[in-house]
């Protein structure tokens, strides 16, 4: 069987990271595909870009945490930053897609990110899945979660409304998804993702592990 890409998309604190791990764990063979070292690494390669976009020194040996203040900083800023990153991103996907389609132990490539519908990979995909959530409750959660980070201190409070600005041209439309996941934060999500997984795997007719 060849590899099946299911990719996940959707605002920050939407739950998104939720569903892919709930999927690589339900679906068979299932690999995560991360994201998040590639965006991290992102600055160093365009430290001079990411300085002139964000108006702010990067500190090459705190690289992290400046980018989590930049990401919070301007909407305008982080969407530009986003556009001239994902060429790079595109590749970095494409490297790990290559690992994974070689892989004889991998059916399903699980993969997701705030601006997935962007990237060459999401038309690849053959599942689409978009996760979305009551806004008001997915930026609360946000900023809760930005505040514990090592950057509590600087956590701003409108976190979510400046990064939902920033990614509104990224996201997919309803008629660019398989599948849409409507999180409430509650145990419906799990039975949600599990009726998903037993469709995937129905159409290609896998069962699920036990």
């Known amino acids: 069987m060849s590899k099946k890409i299911v990719a996940v998309t959707g605002h920050s604190g939407c739950g998104k ?24 690494a992102a600055p160093l390669k365009f430290a001079k870009e990411f ?6 020194p990067l500190d090459v040996n705190d690289h992290i945490n400046c980018l989590r203040l930049a990401m919070d ?6 969407r530009n930053y986003m556009e001239l990153i994902r060429p790079f991103l595109d590749e970095e996907v494409e490297k790990e897609l290559v690992n994974l389609k070689a892989d ?3 059916d399903f490539i699980i993969i997701e990110y705030i601006s ?14 978009m996760v979305d959530a009551p806004r008001e409750e997915r930026n609360t959660r946000l900023y809760e979660r ?23 041209d990224f ?9 849409m996941i409507y999180n409430c934060y509650d145990d419906h999500l799990e039975k949600e993702v599990q009726y998903l997984c ?7 007719n896998l069962l699920l592990p036990a």
């Open 104 to 106: 004889d132990g991998v």
């Open 51 to 56: 300085e002139e976009i964000f108006k702010m």
């Open 146 to 168: 930005e505040r514990d980070d090592t950057i509590s201190i600087h956590s701003n409070p409108k976190c979510g409304e400046i990064r939902e600005e920033a990614v509104k």
């Open 73 to 78: 900083s301007s909407s305008e800023a982080l």
């Open 116 to 129: 997935l519908p962007k990237l060459l990979v999401w038309r690849k995909a053959d599942y689409r899945i």
């Open 17 to 40: 990271s939720t569903v892919a791990k709930m999927l690589t764990e339900k679906l068979p063979n299932a690999k995560l595909l991360l994201l998040d070292l590639p965006f991290i």
């Open 198 to 204: 037993e469709k995937i795997a129905a159409s290609k």
């Open 171 to 179: 996201m997919a439309t309803a008629h660019d998804v398989s599948y």
